[in-house]
């Protein structure tokens, strides 16, 4: 019986071997041959792995957005600030349905973050009309006192440029517009030393994109 | 032997993970080093974006749970009390996430889901498991391919991600390999391929 070297038997996972070749082999495999068939089975294998592995990969903007998302020991603005990076705790996306409740129109998405005793609320819409996509936000400095925090500098980042700023108001409300929500981060200037940082990731927007 | 470049477009890469352990790129993630943590992802990135995937989730759907896994382990980088174990830890926590979004999907959302030990895997179905089982050899497999010296690498490239496919024998010119040679990269890079294939599919 003849038997078939790992060269081959990789070019017939590829799908590369040469048609009488492949027949050949193919009858090989039929006839019982327990030792090739391993050896087929384990290029088979890593073919079929190498052409997943193109599916597998993340989108580059949501990794690039992500690895920004870690608080750099290099402060991103001038002067030194200490940077630190909001959690979220909460995502309307994922909150259940209630009971008996079949379905509901999803209107924006709405975000709730935490740094230290800090919370914040936003709103991520789009306006159709507009084309532009509005993030309504609100500052509280902690959850016992419910105090909404006023004059805070809001700033719309991609990457180290500003896109937009604002300040909050009385009530700690403020609200920012954009025509693009490609790798977005927000910056809220909380204290004289110290910037909280929330990066909005494509991803986030989509209920919004979607009504 | 001179190594000439891949004459074919690369549609995927082989892959390249970092060489340091979790137990180091968690520890200099913890003193604010960026680059570990990029490392961090890199690493991971196809791990966790695999599971939601075979979970049978968009990949829209999947980047969301990505993303959630991702931040999750950013704000729980302090709290992570064994570094070695974090592929198992990821796993876990991205399989619990995607169960939790297909029965959000359903319309049923069990009243335990937030108090769901996310590490856990009594909890978990057997779908999830076999997810699990089958991520983690993949990812035995992208260590092993990543480990291999960088001409090894360099022929598992054209050998199997380089598209369109190319035989054998135009890999081994292009590469100054004969065909059939018992050499350095026959012997080394497809032997070690080839084990951790076997102990990939065991």
Redesign the interface.
Known sequence: MQHY????W??LS????AEGLRNAMQEHLRSGCDECAREY???A???E??TA???????AD??RS??A??????PVRSGGRIRE?A??VFDS??A??MAGV??TQMTGRQLLYRAGPIVIDMRLESDDDSGRYSLTGQVIGSEKDAQGMSDLHVHLLRGQSELANTQTNSFGEFYLEYDSVRDLQVALEVSPVKDVYIPL?G??W?PALEE | VALTLSKHPR??S??TLPRRSDEELVCE?L????EA??EL??KY??L???VP?KYGFS??E???V???V??GL??ELKSIREPRALAKWLLMVTAHKCV??RK?DQ?F?SLD?ETTEFTATESLPPEALEIIAQAEK?QL??EAISSLPSRCRQLVQM???DEP?????EV?DSLGIA??SIGFI?QRC?GR??KA??N??A
């Not at chain 1, 590829?14 to 071997?17: F, K, L, S």
């Not at chain 2, 003193?31 to 960026?34: T, Y």
């Not at chain 2, 496919?165 to 024998?169: D, H, K, N, S, V």
Request: charged share 30%; net charge positive.
């Open positions: 070297g790992l060269e081959e990789i070019d590829r799908g590369v071997a089975a384990t290029w294998t890593m073919a792995f190498a592995e193109s599916r597998l990969s993340p989108p949501l990794i992500l690895k998302a870690f608080p750099s020991d290099e990076m959690q979220l996306m994922y259940p349905q079949r379905g990731e991803t986030l989509r | 549609e995927t082989v892959p993630c003193k604010g080093k960026s943590w990029s992802i890199d990135k196809n966790i974006f695999s995937l990949r829209e999947a980047a969301d990505f993303q959630d991702c931040l950013l704000s939790r979004r959000r319309r959302v889901a993949e497999l992208r050998l199997f991600f496919p190319i035989p054998y024998r081994a065909t059939g026959r497809l391929l080839k294939l076997i990939s599919r």
